[in-house]
């Protein structure tokens, strides 16, 4: 998320300063690869990156790439294919072991104003979207089609039985909230839901409440800071939250929502407090509910709430993974692991004990397998 609000800041500068502008996006993949499909990278004629597509592997390459796109203003789709036993390809002896194509398209004029306050309005009024992007086709010229959260769309493809096609399709990726591909009539494309940034609330701005707030906000997290005390509670001691809000616990103002979308952890340090915070806010459908104190606090707290056994399923206390956290920093580490790792449904164990993918797979339907050079290049 915060790779995307970067690109979106980027933007928004350097067009207004005039300059030529592409982006690339991974559309799809294959095998082990280090980015997942909908990763992007913003690119500059003059060679600035915002944003990655790997480990550092194919940058270089990609903004070759790009700086064609620019200059031709045509897009252009380049698959990447590190399954080489030999593990040389380009000289960079990647062995990935796995397929990427990405899609370079140039922003310029109404095609870059329009896809980036897309992303913008997703981010903003936090509510997801849809974007489609043909990235292979034999018959259109116009590759978006982009679905608002109210169900409205825009595309300039001409061809109604495939914007209808992709709208259904947009539809059932906006309600199950996940991304896929899609391969039929001849076209190819990727349907990627633009989630909006994850809400934190943290209740309590003490000293521990600081480091939480940083490493959110490197994930491109909406963090609220609410307190009762207006000399903590104040943006000299949180300059990266969103929100500061200086509230009574016992009614929690309109303006702090706290929905299935929202993350929540209480950290006041005083039992009455927090007595006040979780009686008014456990019944409520919080993706996550974590709750700083030892063990036996914690069961004191609930003994005194009436309580339903389905709430407890979002109830984390003590809060944050087992790393051996002890200062502030630390703790703060633990907690915003374990909330990703609760949001991403992971268990947070370790990698080398996992089975499965890394990553969870994107719908992949059927790859080829090149042979020969193992970059292949398509133009729009």
């Known amino acids: 998320m915060k790779e995307l609000q970067d690109i979106i800041a980027t933007y928004a ?6 300059q030529t502008l592409a982006l690339a996006t991974i559309v799809k993949v294959a095998g082990s690869t280090y980015r997942r499909a909908g990763a992007r990278m913003l690119m ?51 062995g990935c072991q796995g397929i ?10 109404e095609k870059g104003v329009d896809l980036m306050s897309f992303f913008a309005d997703c981010l903003q009024h936090r509510q997801p979207g849809v974007l489609v992007t043909v990235f292979r086709s034999q018959t259109t010229e116009q590759y978006h089609l982009m679905l608002s959260a109210d169900g409205d769309f825009t ?42 940034p ?17 490493f959110a906000k490197q994930l491109g997290w909406y963090v609220t800071v609410l307190d009762c005390r207006p000399a903590y509670a104040i943006s000299a001691r949180f300059p990266e939250a969103n929100s500061i809000v200086i509230s009574e616990y016992e009614k929690l103002p309109k303006s702090v929502i706290l929905d299935e979308k929202t993350v929540a952890v209480v950290m006041t340090h005083n039992y009455l407090y927090d007595l006040t915070i979780i009686t008014n806010i456990l019944p409520l459908p919080l993706r996550y509910l974590g709750i700083l104190g030892p063990r036996r606090r914690t069961e004191k707290l609930l003994g005194e709430i009436p309580i339903d056994e389905q709430y407890k399923k979002r109830l984390y206390a003590p809060v944050g993974l087992d790393i051996g956290a002890d200062n502030p920093q630390e703790i703060a580490l633990a907690i915003i692991a374990e909330i990703q790792a609760v949001i991403s449904n992971r268990s947070a164990g370790f990698l080398r004990h996992r089975n499965l993918p890394i990553h969870s797979q994107i719908e992949e339907g059927d790859r080829r397998q090149e042979t020969g050079d193992r970059r292949k290049i398509t133009w729009g």
């Open 13 to 18: 500068k350097l067009k207004n300063a005039g």
């Open 44 to 94: 500059t004629a003059k060679g600035e990156m915002v944003g990655s597509l790997s480990g550092g592997c194919l940058e270089g390459d990609v903004l070759e790439q790009g700086q064609e796109v620019m200059s031709s203003g045509k897009y252009r789709l380049v698959t990447y294919d590190t399954t080489s036993e030999a593990d040389i390809i380009w000289g960079l002896g990647m």
């Open 100 to 109: 990427v194509d990405i899609f370079i398209e140039p922003l310029s004029g």
């Open 155 to 196: 595309t300039k493809i001409t061809d109604n039985s495939l914007v209808q096609l992709l709208v259904d399709n947009a539809k059932i990726a906006q309600s199950s909230g996940k991304s896929f591909h899609i391969s039929i009539n001849n076209i190819e494309a990727f349907i990627q839901v633009i989630h909006p």
């Open 198 to 214: 994850l809400s934190l609330v943290i209740f309590g701005a003490g000293h521990d409440a600081i480091p939480v707030t940083f």
